[in-house]
């Protein structure tokens, strides 16, 4: 008698085995039994052994990936050139490996009646001398192994069943009463049967390949076109000039030549055809074109040698060898749509084709050269090029700070006497005092190390800074050219970056209201949007070149403890509110999909116990007119403003266009973050919004506010940057490669509906209809009521998640044992089941029985707010 484990691979059966140190016998070698030797090395097993009857062709990713991004000629062929160079480094990769090629190659790409598994792990796993095949099968079950049918005993822990799939052939006849097809998928008039048919050779032939997606797109555009043109189309698709096959002989063959003979024949379905190629190709250009893919498939294929070696790096000359650097080259040009000159005109959003999903930038500033040398631009792009920073700018080395540069165009902000600024009645001081940051207040000792000014602020309470910032008359913009915009322009365009991939950072109308005292209006709302209007035209020519406009406003966050610090927190909530409808006015023209915004406490080293809580900055960023918002995230007083975040989100603050751009490294302080603390806080802000792409790596703050306040020296705020870069293609590519459980919950988005079983005893029967009407106006998609025990009625309802509402002892009981039936029957997998009772106690989520309206709002919490896992995709 077996002393192991003899187990279904293709149910949940194993879905709590702990495999680590486990020999596991694979029988089989499609595509489950493909997955189950994954599942099993990733999970820790010692080794795995596949037995079938012949060699299963096993397809390395890049290769999968290819197939949709080459391009295609009239005929909806790749070209035999690169066709021939792939195949070859395929070849080399199996022997490479150590793998048997499929006994098929090479006069067909696999077995009749074979489908291919697409998986590097297979030919790692056989470097590493994890993984092996054998022919043939077992031939009996022994204590510590198997017997296969050519005498060989492997030893081992676990065996597992992946043979014997047969399609359901049998359900169109039982459900029409017809046992043949047209090729064309065409029962009869009107009538379609789509269902998938015996993968033969030809099917990696077409444009829609294996891909069931995209051959029921296909001829569900023939469909509709029968439906709109059946007395022009009639003959061709159910007529006399189509051939007719038996369901159960039917092969991908069949109805991929059935295509091209329409595609061929009516100009209407070539062009449906046609889109849906240019559609898919684009889509996969812009989500993750080739060098992105290489990069992210190339880092996965170390990191796999890695798991497989329980976690312990493998030295690089002890790894397989990539074998597809020059993959991106057999691509070709990217789609029309997605080209992008070097020189060519300002696009106003961000390149498409990105590095990876979750890119990375900063907030602006950045230490000057050492040399001194501050116009050479080329030079601050290729220093950001090569820490691996997304989306740069010019590091504000031409500008003293990033608000005197404005300055300068706008009149009515200067220092002197009223009479000099040209307008305005009364005298005005020479200088003005500094906003002193109040939480230096409190640490008069740790205050002296610091002589006064600090960039914009003052940080030495005994020390007042000064300033010749001031309003002394009606601010007026002056237009006259923005002089560090144009280099910068140039410098993109001779470095070939494009201008959408850059940004360019201005101050929000509370920034200068927060470090120029108003002298002249005397009332704060008077004067802010004074300011708006004067910074409208700046924004709108900086929009105008295709660069993101930066928006910073530390007024939102830093103004409560410095200029405003003598308000309450609702008084300042109040001046916030009033700064951001001058931004959103003076931001109008502007695409919001290309605003950035940043929000800050004060890029100093201090305390900062004094910082308004993040929970009451949300509520007004939620209503600013910008895509992305800068954050901080990284020191440690602002670490956990993630929890705020998620709030926002839950409340409606974060809109569903938008992209948080949280602190990743931390601008005050030498210590170089972790790539990997970078890619698990990057993963937690994806959880939240359910998208990578809506999340970006960031800086707290710039590396240098001014010319002259420097926190960190150059040398530690470029391997910081460098460190940022890591961590968010280590946070792609595990979200990626489903390494790590990344859930797809947003609030924004309708979470799965579910279904219902109210168990309910006729004393309860009255109760059980006016809980099932206030479930089913709560996203329930079906309630049903059963007296009792419910598993027949229950066993095939897989197509939601479900949830068992028992209700009293008795329906809690009946509740119970259905769900146990239900677990203990292995016939289908099913998704996530919730067992609830009402007004008793026991196993499963209990809830007091009162109005039904409160218990079906209980039983909706409890039943939509699992996180979906996307490794079970």
Not at 131 to 157: H, Y
Not at 691 to 699: F, L
Not at 770 to 784: F, G, K, P, Y
Request: hydrophobic fraction near 40%; proline fraction near 5%.
């Amino acid at each position: 008698k077996f002393h192991g484990v003899i187990a279904d691979g293709t149910s949940d059966s194993l879905a709590t085995m702990d495999w680590r140190g486990k020999r596991v016998v694979v029988a089989g070698m499609g595509a489950f039994a493909v997955e189950n030797a994954r599942t099993a090395l990733e999970n820790g097993a010692a080794e795995v052994v596949v037995v079938s009857r012949r060699h299963g062709t096993i397809c390395p990713k890049m290769i999968d990936y290819l197939n949709f991004v080459k391009p295609w000629d009239e005929h909806y062929k790749h070209d035999t050139q690169t066709n021939v160079k792939q195949f070859l480094r395929w070849k080399e990769l199996y022997s490479a490996a150590g793998c048997t090629v499929p006994e098929c190659w090479p006069k067909q790409v696999k077995h009749e009646g074979h489908t291919i598994s697409v998986s590097d792990l297979w030919f790692i796993g056989h470097h590493m001398k994890k993984l092996s095949t054998r022919t043939g099968g077992i031939a009996k079950a022994e204590a510590n192994g198997v017997q296969l049918t050519s005498g060989e005993f492997v030893p081992c822990d676990v065996v597992v069943g992946c043979i014997g799939f047969e399609r359901s052939n049998y359900l169109c006849e039982a459900l029409t009463g017809r046992n043949t097809v047209m090729t064309t998928n065409y029962l009869d008039k009107d009538m379609m049967y789509l269902a998938d048919a015996e993968i033969d050779e030809g099917a990696f032939n077409s444009f829609f390949g294996s891909s069931v997606l995209e051959y029921g797109k296909f001829f569900t555009n023939v469909y509709v076109e029968g439906l709109k043109r059946g007395d022009q189309l009639g003959e061709q698709l159910w007529g006399s000039q189509t051939e007719a096959v038996k369901i159960t002989e039917r092969k991908w063959n069949q109805y991929i030549n059935a295509g091209l003979k329409l595609i061929e024949a009516d100009p209407t379905i070539s062009k449906h055809a046609r889109e849906q190629v240019e559609n898919r190709t684009r889509h996969f250009w812009r989500t993750m074109p080739p060098q992105s893919f290489l990069e992210v498939n190339r880092k996965e294929w170390e990191e796999l040698h890695t798991r497989l070696n329980g976690g312990v790096p493998v030295p690089k000359s002890q790894q397989l060898p990539y074998f597809f650097d020059e993959a991106p080259e057999w691509c070709g040009e990217a789609p029309a749509q997605l080209a992008q000159p070097v020189a060519a005109a300002p696009v106003s959003g961000p390149a498409t084709a990105c590095r990876s999903w979750i890119r990375t930038t900063h907030v602006g500033s950045l230490p000057r050269p050492a040399d001194g040398n501050i116009q050479d631009l080329q030079r601050v792009l290729k220093l950001q090029q090569d820490v691996g920073v997304d989306v740069v700018n010019d590091g504000e080395w031409a500008r003293d700070n990033y608000i005197a540069d404005v300055i300068d165009r706008i009149e009515g902000l200067r220092g002197g006497s009223a009479d000099e600024a040209g307008s305005a009645t009364g005298a005005c001081c020479e200088k003005h005092n500094m906003p002193t940051a109040a939480d230096m207040h409190d640490v008069p000792i740790y205050s002296t190390r610091f002589t006064g000014g600090n960039g914009l602020i003052t940080l030495n309470p005994k020390r007042q800074a000064t300033s010749p910032l001031a309003c002394v008359a009606p601010p007026r913009y002056v237009p006259s050219e923005i002089p560090s915009l144009k280099p910068f322009l140039e410098s993109l365009a001779m470095y070939g970056k494009a201008v959408g991939d850059a940004f360019y950072s201005v101050p929000s109308p509370g920034t200068l209201a927060l470090f120029c005292q108003d002298v002249y209006f005397h009332k704060h709302e008077t004067y802010i949007k004074a300011l708006g209007n004067a910074l409208r035209e700046e924004y709108r020519r900086i929009a105008a070149t295709g660069l993101q406009l930066q928006v910073d406003c530390p007024d939102l966050a830093m103004g409560r403890h410095t200029r405003w610090a003598n308000l309450s927190d609702e008084e300042f909530v109040e001046v916030a509110r009033q700064n951001i409808a001058a931004l959103n006015d003076a931001l109008s023209g502007v695409p919001t999909d290309q605003t950035r915004v940043h929000v800050c406490w004060g890029n100093y080293a201090g305390p900062h116990h004094k910082d308004i809580p993040a929970d009451l900055v949300w509520p007004l960023l939620g209503t600013v007119k910008a895509k992305y918002l800068l954050v901080e995230g990284a020191n440690s007083r602002h670490r956990n403003d993630i929890e705020a975040f998620e709030r926002a989100v839950k409340n409606g603050h974060f809109r569903n266009d938008q992209v948080i751009v949280p602190g990743m490294l931390d601008t005050t302080t030498a210590r170089v973050e972790h790539p990997e603390l970078i890619a698990s806080s990057l993963l937690h802000y994806v959880q939240i919004v359910g998208d990578p792409s809506r999340v970006m790596a960031g800086t707290d703050c710039g590396f240098a506010s001014t010319a002259k306040s420097v926190a960190v020296t150059g040398d530690i705020a470029w391997m910081k940057l460098a460190a940022l870069a890591e961590g968010a293609a280590l946070a792609t590519q595990r979200f990626i490669a489903r390494s790590a459980p990344v859930p797809c919950r947003s609030p924004l988005l309708a979470p799965t509906p579910f279904r219902v079983a109210i168990v309910a005893s006729g004393s309860d029967s009255s109760y059980a209809r006016e809980l099932s009407r206030e479930l089913s106006e709560l996203r329930a998609s079906i309630v049903e009521i059963f007296p009792g025990e419910c598993f027949e009625a229950l066993r095939w309802a897989v197509d939601v998640p479900l949830t068992l509402v028992g209700l009293g002892m008795t329906g809690g009981l009946a509740a119970e044992t259905t769900l146990k039936q239900l677990q203990a029957d292995k016939a289908v997998s099913r998704r996530p089941s919730t067992l609830i009772t009402v007004g008793t106690s026991g196993p499963g989520i209990s809830v007091s029985r009162g109005a039904a309206s409160e218990v079906a709002a209980a039983i909706k919490e409890a039943s939509m707010g699992r996180d979906f896992d996307k490794r079970s995709l």
